[in-house]
């Protein structure tokens, strides 16, 4: 039997990342590609989405007032936890 995950992992494309974040899709790549947001996971082929526990971090950190130097920090951080996942 396999075990249950306790914390769901929900992938959100980029609209929704987009309304939760109140940001064009522009605006989302631009600071994916300057490192103050999280990356897109790749689904297959040539869909992509974000992890939604991720974007919700790092979206906290923006109503925070977190640095730039912190936002990239963050996300950094979120990344390599990736790796444990």
């Not at 040539?46 to 007032?65: F, N, P, Y």
Request: hydrophobic fraction near 40%; charge should be positive; include cysteine.
């Amino acid at each position: 039997m396999m075990e249950q995950v306790q914390n769901e992992i929900r992938i959100i494309r980029l609209p929704e990342v987009c309304h939760i974040c109140g940001i064009a899709r522009a605006t989302l790549y631009k600071r994916v590609k300057n490192g103050v947001f999280i990356s897109s996971i790749s689904l297959g082929g040539q869909a992509v989405g974000w992890v939604e526990s991720e974007v919700k971090i790092v979206l906290k950190a923006l109503i925070r007032g977190d640095t730039e130097e912190q936002l990239k920090n963050l996300i950094i951080d979120l990344t390599n936890q990736r790796k444990d996942i």
